[in-house]
């Protein structure tokens, strides 16, 4: 059972991810973002309610749409618009941008640019954990075009077979770029491949932060309690295009907003005030306190330091450690 604290703390972060993305828009239309990047707006129920089911000390990894996950699991948001504005102080010192954010020291294994690559990485990861005798877990966040990659059957054929603890979550928003889902899964449900690795398939409305969240939790249990892996499919949307390059012209207005209507923020707004665990002091309290975040956010990236031309090749490649 969830606390009414735990609760406005998803509230919280729900909202602090949105404001952060719709900062981050306009920092791009002011031509302050370096290179591209793609916007999770609608879709924050589903990394709030899956992070919020593990302990801090479990990991995830990312996709090249992860922000939310980043910030759900406890990013620090001066870091990551610095990154945006390839400074410095960035998470990855100015080189990496919107889709190469990470923190080890937060569990979260890293993003990546490229399509499912994170999949057999978080495999790999709970391979290590298995062998350690970690009570630990991998969260894998991955996209409904990736679920059509060979390394998300490969993956999820060895987490089944020796029973990793690995959670396989594949955020479903429709689309992979402009290809409706409808056209390239032949199953109702994605969640519906986990059959054929005889691990439990589960589909879940992907815009209920309480319903991510006691998907992820029973997954949780299950992975740590040495029975291997979950498939877990969230139904949710993006708003925005696949990227800042897209014109959005493959679906209807209509559809958004239909989609909107079941706004994760609006309609969990709604369900926290009907329960009376929420009051209009409270939400005003807290949207106070994500405006300030993303304020000195931006003000701290804005005014940060450019990298210095002379280290370029720094953090490219590997350094050789000292030699004794």
């Known amino acids: ?27 791009f239309m002011k031509n302050l973002v370096h290179g591209t990047m793609h916007l999770s707006i609608g879709e924050e129920a589903v990394a709030v309610g899956a992070i919020f089911a593990l302990d801090k000390s479990d990991y995830i990894t990312s996709t090249h749409r992860g922000h939310g996950h980043m910030i759900a699991k406890g990013g620090n948001i001066k870091k ?13 010192h100015g080189r990496g941008g919107s889709m190469h ?30 062998m350690q005798g970690s ?21 999820l054929n060895m987490a089944a077979i020796w029973k990793l603890p690995e959670i396989f979550l594949c955020e479903n928003n429709q689309y992979a770029m402009s290809s409706s889902v409808k056209r390239f899964v032949s199953v109702p449900d994605i969640a519906d491949r986990a059959c054929a690795f005889g691990v439990p398939g589960v589909a879940v409305d992907g815009m209920d932060v309480i319903a991510v969240y006691e998907a992820v939790k029973a997954a949780v249990e299950r992975a740590r309690s040495g029975k291997g892996p979950t498939l877990i499919e969230a ?15 493959y679906r209807t207005k209509e559809e958004i907003e239909q989609w909107k209507k079941k706004d994760p923020i609006k ?3 709604e369900r926290l005030f009907e329960l009376g665990e929420l009051s209009e002091k409270e939400l005003e309290m807290i949207k106070n306190k994500v405006q300030t975040t993303i304020s000195e956010g931006v003000e701290f990236a804005i005014t940060s330091k450019e990298p210095d031309p002379d280290t370029v ?12």
């Open 1 to 27: 059972m969830l606390s009414k604290e735990t609760k406005l703390q998803m509230l919280e972060k729900m909202m602090l991810i949105r404001a952060f993305e719709e900062q981050a828009e306009k920092l």
């Open 80 to 92: 990551m618009f610095a990154e945006f504005l390839g400074k410095e102080t960035g998470y990855c």
């Open 101 to 130: 954010i990470a923190d080890f020291s937060l569990g979260n294994l890293g993003a990546t640019g490229i399509v499912g690559a994170g999949i057999p990485i978080a495999t790999g990861a709970a391979l290590a954990l298995k």
């Open 135 to 155: 009570n630990n877990i991998v969260l894998c966040f991955f996209g409904d075009g990736a679920s059509n990659e060979g390394n998300f059957f490969e993956a």
């Open 235 to 249: 139904k949710t949307y993006r708003y925005k295009g696949h990227s800042k390059s897209d014109k959005n012209l």
């Open 267 to 269: 309609t969990f707004t």
């Open 313 to 324: 090749e720094k953090y490219v490649y590997a350094e050789e450690g000292e030699k004794e």
